[in-house]
């Protein structure tokens, strides 16, 4: 699965930053889509999930603040977040997963079985 990300950066707390994920034509056809991030010495995390029937799905910690949406034209998977804060500094990953592993799937997520390379995101205060 081919990932082009891009991005990431550095901000204060509350700005806003708007990650985009060029996503490879099958995947992006046939598979479920996220965002995952992981923090240093922390475990990965399911940060928001577009599953079947495009149903959108957050983590607790970022609901209200992020959202997820893609440009169906532009094969383009985007997270904008907003209100940032320095616990949402992370690596962020964009993420795929074949129906089989995220049909029944009914939550944000982090063991997808494709992910990119990954882009920082540094907030402080």
């Known amino acids: 699965v081919q990932f082009v990300e891009s991005g990431g950066g550095s901000v204060r707390s509350g700005q806003s930053l708007t990650l985009s994920c060029r996503v490879g034509?099958?995947?992006?056809?046939?598979?479920?889509l996220g965002w995952i991030r992981q923090a240093p010495g922390k475990e990965r995390e399911g940060v928001a999930h577009?599953?079947?029937?495009?149903?959108?799905y957050y983590a607790d910690s970022v609901k209200g603040r992020f959202t997820i949406s893609k440009d169906i034209g532009k094969n383009t998977l985007y997270l904008e977040m907003n209100t940032l804060k320095s616990e949402d500094t992370a690596k962020y990953y964009c993420?795929?997963?074949?129906?089989?592993?995220?049909?029944?799937?009914?939550?944000?997520?982090?063991?997808?079985?494709?992910w990119g390379q990954g882009t920082q995101v540094s907030v402080s205060t």
């Open positions: 577009i599953g079947r029937d495009d149903r959108i």
């Open positions: 993420a795929a997963d074949p129906p089989a592993r995220c049909w029944y799937r009914d939550t944000a997520y982090f063991d997808y079985q494709y």
């Open positions: 034509t099958y995947a992006w056809t046939n598979y479920c």
